[in-house]
T-cell receptor, first 114, second 113 residues
């Protein structure tokens, strides 16, 4: 069974640009969550999508947005990039949502903003 | 304000001995807790979880203990192996619906041969 796949693995962008990251969850998983990992802040929850709807949202500015498609694949977009957006962006998928269950993470996309 | 704390940034243990990683939380609404292990350049890997209705959960060499009154949980690894060397994250959730986890800052475990 294939794991969570994130593309691209590495990305370098210039301040002010926008970026789109992609996540393909494990087959059959309908929940996709996004996290930002930085050395200073650790892993911080961005948002969660379930059945194409944003179900939970963390404390990030509106520049961070996402969506989920009917096949459960998800994209995350960051507009007007800032230097502080440089981080490892992790996607996690899980089966469903009546109860909290463990999430399975992808390898992440390393975004560097210069 | 950190809701999930791991006060030891690093821990070194001899191979074969017990590793104890600690985690404290402040939000009494958390009712589900997980431990993840992370190697460099990889995403976190789920290790073990515990819900607030239990005080212990065991899976092979890994045991998680939960003390709700103290808002404290710990992960015991016995016996420790060099392959256990990684960063360990404690995570908590208060949702019965959804996957909004609050992660601790992590503890880097080094198991020395």
């Amino acid at each position: 069974k294939a794991g969570v796949t994130q593309t691209p693995r590495y990305l370098i962008k210039t301040r002010g640009q926008q970026v789109t990251l992609s996540c393909s969850p494990i087959s059959g998983h309908r929940s996709v969550s996004w996290y930002q990992q930085t050395p200073g802040q650790g892993l911080q929850f961005l948002f969660e999508y379930f059945s194409e709807t944003q179900r939970n949202k963390g404390n990030f500015p509106g520049r961070f947005s996402g969506r989920q498609f009917s096949n459960s694949r998800s994209e995350m977009n960051v507009s007007t990039l800032e230097l502080g957006d440089s981080a490892l962006y992790l996607c996690a998928s899980s089966t469903q949502g009546a109860q909290v269950t463990e999430a399975f993470f992808g390898q992440g996309t390393r975004l560097t903003v210069v | 304000d950190q809701q999930v704390k791991q006060n030891s940034p690093s821990l070194s243990v001899q191979e074969g001995r017990i590793s104890i990683l600690n985690c404290d939380y402040t939000n009494s609404m958390f009712d589900y807790f997980l431990w993840y292990k992370k190697y460099p350049a990889e995403g976190p890997t789920f290790l073990i979880s515990i819900s607030s209705i239990k005080d212990k959960n065991e899976d092979g060499r890994f045991t998680v203990f939960l003390n709700k009154s103290a808002k404290h949980l710990s992960l015991h690894i016995v016996p420790s192996q060099p392959g256990d060397s990684a960063v360990y994250f404690c995570a908590a959730s208060g949702d019965n619906y959804g996957q909004n986890f609050v992660f601790g800052p992590g503890t880097r475990l080094s198991v020395l041969p």
